[in-house]
């Protein structure tokens, strides 16, 4: 159960740094593929442009690719 809690809150610290990669000008073409991909393959989208890797670490975190891609979404 600590290990879910600890999930959530280091997604939720980051959602907002990941969705400030999309105010970068080099974000136009990711965010194109992100409108016309669908389902699964937005948090894909989000995974390859490195908006869920957090520093330090080798791996984007799918619970924050998907949780960045649903903020985007509701942004838009």
């Known amino acids: 159960m600590a ?3 600890s999930e959530a809150a280091v997604v939720a610290t980051l959602t907002p740094y990941c969705v400030q990669q999309s105010t970068n000008t080099a974000a136009v073409a990711v965010l ?3 409108d016309a991909a ?3 393959n ?3 989208v989000i995974e390859n442009a490195g908006w869920a ?3 330090g ?3 984007p975190n799918r ?3 998907q949780a960045c891609q649903l903020a985007l ?3 838009r």
Do not use: H, V, Y
């Open 3 to 5: 290990s879910k809690q």
């Open 32 to 34: 194109a593929e992100l």
């Open 38 to 40: 669908s389902g699964f």
């Open 42 to 44: 937005r948090r894909a």
């Open 53 to 55: 890797t957090p520093l």
């Open 57 to 59: 670490t080798d791996a």
């Open 63 to 65: 619970a924050l690719a």
């Open 73 to 75: 979404a509701a942004a």
